[in-house]
């Protein structure tokens, strides 16, 4: 596996692991706090299909951590660096968590004329409970914090100067016990993200609402939930509702009991995430739920 170093247009440089390889390549974004290293299943397991790209976001793991850019437009701005980087013109695009939201960024700012086809991994539309927002409307877009809520995490964030409320927190998106191998594995990488990263991203992701971009996707969209995250299953079958043509798949409690899917399942989630790839031109997907049968047209950027 091939590893190298884009540097973005403001002067980061990101760490990026490619197997290499032709075809359409699948480039997967990881989540807030955590890395590339978190993929090492899906860099190996879907290498001998496609080329499988996944890099460290700025901040986070062995790419550069600035004292700028931490919220999620100047991310995807990133992801077309990369892309651009790399020469890739067409890709698929797989975001598990924060990396969803980078994708949505991206498709509202740049369009998706590079893209072929999203695999959205448990993320909601929205993650703040707002208190204008409806108890109903909170459960459709899988909102799971109250504003203050944010505000407090953020906070004892900042102020923890060992790490320990963010492994606190990482901890709580795991609804059983958690197998010491994965667990080590997530430990480790949260502790390469810096206080002064990790505080204003989570605020800039956490206040977002994308749920007004998802009926503008224009691609073939698989949305993956785990009924055993702490992320609602409900949520992730109301994303894909309201993405014309998308799929859902959920993993049952007994496969994950966490946001991590990838981990705890790699062999069932790597047969699954290439099962829907490979039909993507030909519209064959096997074991998901049919979300709807429209798809609107987006063949240049949302917003300019």
Known sequence: MAGSVI???????LRVSDTGGGGIPLVMLHGWGQTAALFEGQLV?????????AYDMRGHGLSDKPDHGYRIARFA??????????GIERADLLGWSMGA????SYLELFGSARVRSLVLVDQP???IAWPWTTAERSAETGAILPIDGLTELAASIAADADGDVVQSFVRSMFSE????????????QIRQTPVHAAVPLLVDHAAQDWTDVLGLIDVPVLVIGCEGSHVGVRSQRELAA??????VHVFGRDAVSSHFPFLEATESFNGLV??????????????????????SQLSRPMHV
């Open 101 to 104: 939201s980078v994708i949505w």
């Open 125 to 127: 539309a929205a993650v």
């Open 77 to 86: 701005a990133d992801l077309r660096d990369v892309l651009e980087g790399l």
């Open 7 to 13: 540097t973005t247009s403001d002067g980061v440089r």
């Open 177 to 188: 016990p958690v197998d010491e191998s994965v667990w080590r594995v997530v430990s480790e």
């Open 274 to 295: 290439d099962a829907f790839l490979s039909g993507v031109t030909s519209s064959a997907s096997t074991g998901v739920e049919k979300s709807g049968d429209t798809r």
């Open 45 to 53: 397991g879907l290498a001998d299909s496609r080329r499988v790209i």
């Open 242 to 247: 309201r993405i014309p043509g998308a799929v």
